[in-house]
């Protein structure tokens, strides 16, 4: 990293992630013009703290996310076990028995219709 590179470099980068890309905040959060946000997108030392900054918002994202919300595996195991009814914290009524069947049924695609795949139908107009 170069030794010019100031802490409103930093901070544009960092915004600039955190928005998404908007180039107008991250801008505007630093006292630049745009046209000056987009020439410092060119600059490697900018592009290597972008980088930086998605890195580290995924791995913390990942971490807070796993956390939170269940796999599909979990949620599978969850739904069998209301289909079964041997879920001991839910007595499962047998309109919620069902709905998980249903559910698990579009998750594994059991009752699609493909009836009509691989049938060709001719039609002939011999009407005079």
């Known amino acids: ?26 801008s505007q959060a630093v006292g630049y013009k ?32 796993g956390r939170d919300v269940a796999e599909s595996d979990e949620i599978l195991k969850f739904l069998t076990g209301v289909m079964r009814g041997s879920n001991e914290n839910i007595e499962g009524s047998i309109r919620e028995r069902m709905r998980a069947a249903e559910l698990l049924s579009k998750r594994k695609q059991l009752f699609e219709d493909n009836s009509d ?12």
């Open 1 to 26: 990293m170069r030794r010019d590179f100031s802490e409103k470099k930093r901070v544009f980068s960092k915004v600039y992630t955190e928005t998404g890309g908007d180039l107008k905040k991250a």
């Open 34 to 65: 745009e046209s000056y946000g987009k020439r410092l997108l060119k600059d490697e030392d900018v592009k290597m703290f972008i980088e930086k900054f998605k890195t580290e918002e995924k791995s913390s994202e990942k971490s807070e996310v």
């Open 117 to 128: 795949e691989g049938v060709n139908v001719v039609i002939i107009d011999d009407i005079k």
